[in-house]
T-cell receptor
Framework: AQSVTQLGSHVSVSEGALVLLRCNYSSSVPPYLFWYVQYPNQGLQLLLKYTSAATLVKGINGFEAEFKKSETSFHLTKPSAHMSDAAEYFC????????????FGSGTQLTVLP | GAGVSQTPSNKVTEKGKYVELRCDPI?????LYWYRQSLGQGPEFLIYFQGTGAADDSGLPNDRFFAVRPEGSVSTLKIQRTERGDSAVYLC?????????????FGSGTRLTVV
């Protein structure tokens, strides 16, 4: 079955430290990949997307993600965490043949420590 | 409107009752999606509309769930004979057209609590 796995339901980093949030998917065909952020009591906001162009994708708020086909991964990174980055992050995948629906991971809650 | 609007933002209902959740997409967006997000989990797909028709309803959990979009804009998700397990945040999203892979614009959701 096609699935999306986010390793680590909670990640804590110090302000200014590297942020690394992991996402792996199960599919032999490279899908479309997305990262969303959800702040408390708000809707999901698109951070960035991979749609078969450059494998290193830059998004908003200084985030970027690299698609690695050999590892079936799409990890999200940011060089220096800011307090305002504290939120829940979701990796989402549109698998080939799944029409327009997205399959989401279970999310990673990012805490930024002062 | 400027964004996807969902009403109500919160709904508490008794087990067995009928509820309707409304989604007003971004003006001109032809594609509309409903997702359900249970506590501690990512959103799960329910149904996708292209225009007025349901193009994919494979995510609806059972026949108590139904959604309509009669004029190709506002959509209503209807849940009959609600159960406690239906408690979740129901998210609506829209996109300009189904071929556009820019992701969707999500609303803030309706938090449904069945007591």
């Amino acid at each position: 079955a096609q699935s999306v796995t986010q390793l680590g339901s909670h990640v804590s980093v110090s302000e200014g430290a590297l942020v690394l949030l992991r996402c792996n998917y199960s599919s032999s065909v490279p899908p479309y990949l997305f990262w969303y952020v959800q702040y408390p009591n708000q809707g999901l906001q698109l951070l960035l997307k991979y749609t078969s162009a450059a494998t290193l994708v830059k998004g908003i708020n200084g985030f970027e993600a690299e698609f690695k086909k050999s590892e079936t991964s799409f990890h999200l990174t940011k060089p220096s965490a800011h307090m305002s980055d504290a939120a829940e992050y979701f990796c989402a995948v549109r698998f080939s043949g799944s029409a327009r629906q997205l399959t989401f991971g279970s999310g990673t809650q990012l805490t930024v420590l002062p | 409107g400027a964004g996807v609007s969902q009403t109500p933002s919160n709904k508490v209902t008794e087990k067995g009752k009928y509820v309707e959740l409304r989604c007003d997409p971004i003006s001109g967006h032809t594609a509309l999606y409903w997702y359900r997000q249970s506590l501690g989990q990512g959103p799960e797909f329910l149904i996708y509309f292209q225009g007025t028709g349901a193009a994919d309803d494979s995510g609806l959990p059972n026949d108590r769930f139904f959604a309509v979009r009669p004029e190709g804009s506002v959509s209503t998700l209807k849940i009959q004979r609600t159960e406690r397990g239906d408690s979740a945040v129901y998210l609506c999203a829209s996109s300009l057209n189904p071929g556009q892979d820019n992701g969707y614009t999500f609303g803030s959701g309706t938090r449904l609590t069945v007591v």
